[in-house]
């Protein structure tokens, strides 16, 4: 069960529960992923709607590597995840939310 007090969201793959977090080093991960941009820009591109395909697929590696699985982009391009891309950018999104929400929010 993930603890969202400790920006963590949980993500089905394959039928399995995994947990995701949006740990430092996987922001740091991230951000050299996504190559030029911020992590403000991707925040803002997600509050928008304005996000991409390559967004999600980015912020489910990062999140689920932050959570301790040792995932590659390859290993989730035919992987089953509950709700489909709908499913992987409500997760994307609230990971972002939470790991940078203040304790108060």
Do not use: H, Y
Not at 59 to 75: F, K
């Amino acid at each position: 069960m993930a603890n969202p007090w400790a920006g963590e969201v949980e993500l089905v793959v394959d039928g399995q529960v995994r947990l995701c977090k949006l740990t430092l080093g996987a922001l740091a991960e991230l951000e050299a992923r996504l190559g030029a941009g911020t992590l403000v820009e991707l925040v803002e591109r997600f509050e928008g709607g304005a996000f991409s395909s390559r967004d999600v697929m980015a912020l489910c590696v990062a999140g689920l590597r932050g959570g301790g699985w040792r995932v590659t982009a390859d290993d989730l391009l035919c992987a089953d995840i509950a709700g489909g891309p709908v499913g992987a950018a409500k997760a994307a999104a609230e990971m972002l939310a939470r790991a940078f929400a203040t304790p108060a929010a």
